[in-house]
């Protein structure tokens, strides 16, 4: 795994599923059953780096709609593991006077998610 350690945003994280209708003619209410839960679109914020040679490659990944394993490990220990498919990505909008530094946006949306607890506090979001 290669450490992004520039990123700045995760989008939202998990596995959720709707319902769907199984109500047959002898019930007198509306029958319900969940659906196979799907993980959202995910817009990776990132500090544009150029010379981090693991962004490029996440990048250049991105630009190739390549399906990568990605993981996160947050301050509280928190971890999570998934399939991201990459579907490109963009510089956000850069407006002068400039009060931000410039920001990459990367697109994908995550499949499969196993969360975990890290015996050690890892530092930074891998890929």
């Not at 999570?80 to 006077?97: F, K, Q, R, Y």
């Not at 998610?113 to 506090?121: K, P």
Request: charged share 20%; with cysteine; proline share 4%.
């Amino acid at each position: 795994m290669k450490s992004l350690i520039n990123c700045k945003a995760l989008g939202a994280t998990g596995l959720s599923g709707g319902f769907i209708d199984c109500t047959t003619l002898i019930d007198t209410n509306k029958q319900f059953i969940s659906d196979m839960p799907e993980g959202p679109e995910k817009s990776l914020g990132f500090i544009d780096d150029p010379e981090n040679v693991d962004f490029t490659a996440f990048l250049n990944a991105a630009q190739r709609r390549e399906t990568v394993q990605f993981y996160i490990g947050l301050p509280n220990k928190r971890t999570a593991t998934m399939i991201l498919a990459l579907s490109g990505w963009e510089m956000n909008d850069i407006n002068a006077p400039a009060s931000e530094v410039i920001q990459i946006t990367v697109k994908g949306k995550q499949n499969n998610l196993v969360w975990g607890v890290a015996t050690t506090i890892t530092k930074g979001h891998e890929s």
